[in-house]
């Protein structure tokens, strides 16, 4: 929304009136003066007019890691979820930047920013996510080449994205996917005849998890992470 419309929105000032506020510097936008009644403004942007505070709601953005045993959602009659995790003011305004398995550990993304988030979640946006995977039976060098070429999902009737698969022990490999379909990393590995045993995910995107941080533990992203996904 513009920032001139925001303020006659209001209904305090006249058209005129608002005018004459912007161009005599009465207007901070961020804590900082802003004299263009076309500047762009969101839901997170601080609007001050005079001493008046207009708008001010805080962006919030965490990385958490995962436990077993927590669902990937908001709210659950049955099961803990990741939200009861989160010791924030804003938590139930939190949503997941990409869920994982309740079986499964490893990086989750919050944010009540819903922009921000869709830039992660977006497949069109191909952005990587890499996942250490146990296997119940030895992962053949042949998967490589066919994780490479993409696997067929006949339900969806698609190939997935070439994945990159890097072997580290006979039942333990990374996977780098920039997909998130259901159960993607677990169907591709039952499609060569294999079966996931344990999830963990490492990372997304540029974010990797901290080894700092506790499992059931969350942390803020600083502001060259959130940034990195700015639209």
Same mark, same amino acid.
């Given at each position: 929304m513009r920032l001139d419309r925001f303020l006659i929105r209001r209904g305090t000032h006249s058209t005129k009136e608002i005018t004459y506020l912007l161009a005599d510097g009465q207007v901070k936008v961020d804590d900082r003066i802003e004299t263009n009644g076309l500047q762009s403004i969101h839901r997170f942007s601080k609007i001050q007019l005079g001493e008046e505070l207009l708008q001010e709601y805080e962006?919030?953005? +965490?990385?958490?890691?995962?436990?077993?045993? #927590?669902?990937?959602?908001?709210?659950?009659?049955?099961?803990?979820?990741?939200?009861? =995790?989160?010791?924030?003011?804003?938590?139930?305004?939190?949503?997941?930047?990409?869920?994982?398995d309740r079986a499964s550990t490893g990086m989750i993304l919050l944010t009540n920013d819903g922009k921000w988030s869709k830039r992660i979640t977006e497949p069109a946006e191909k952005i990587s996510k890499t996942y250490h995977v146990t296997t119940r039976d030895p992962i053949s060098h042949e998967t490589v080449g066919i994780f490479a070429n993409g696997i067929y999902f006949a339900y969806e009737d698609l190939t997935t994205q070439p994945a990159l698969l890097d072997?580290?022990?006979?039942?333990?490999? +990374?996977?780098?996917?920039?997909?998130?379909? #259901?159960?993607?990393?677990?169907?591709?590995?039952?499609?060569?005849?294999?079966?996931? =045993?344990?999830?963990?995910?490492?990372?997304?995107?540029?974010?990797?998890?901290?080894?700092?941080?506790?499992?059931?533990?969350?942390?803020?992203?600083?502001?060259?992470?959130?940034?990195?996904?700015?639209?």
């Amino acid at each position: 929304m513009r920032l001139d419309r925001f303020l006659i929105r209001r209904g305090t000032h006249s058209t005129k009136e608002i005018t004459y506020l912007l161009a005599d510097g009465q207007v901070k936008v961020d804590d900082r003066i802003e004299t263009n009644g076309l500047q762009s403004i969101h839901r997170f942007s601080k609007i001050q007019l005079g001493e008046e505070l207009l708008q001010e709601y805080e962006a919030v953005y +965490l990385m958490l890691h995962k436990p077993a045993g #927590y669902l990937s959602a908001t709210t659950d009659p049955q099961h803990p979820t990741v939200i009861d =995790l989160i010791d924030h003011p804003l938590r139930h305004e939190l949503h997941l930047a990409g869920r994982l398995d309740r079986a499964s550990t490893g990086m989750i993304l919050l944010t009540n920013d819903g922009k921000w988030s869709k830039r992660i979640t977006e497949p069109a946006e191909k952005i990587s996510k890499t996942y250490h995977v146990t296997t119940r039976d030895p992962i053949s060098h042949e998967t490589v080449g066919i994780f490479a070429n993409g696997i067929y999902f006949a339900y969806e009737d698609l190939t997935t994205q070439p994945a990159l698969l890097d072997i580290l022990a006979p039942h333990e490999a +990374l996977l780098t996917i920039q997909e998130g379909r #259901y159960h993607q990393v677990k169907r591709m590995f039952h499609a060569v005849g294999n079966q996931v =045993l344990s999830l963990h995910r490492k990372s997304i995107g540029p974010f990797v998890l901290d080894d700092s941080l506790p499992v059931g533990k969350f942390r803020h992203l600083n502001k060259a992470e959130v940034n990195f996904f700015r639209a």
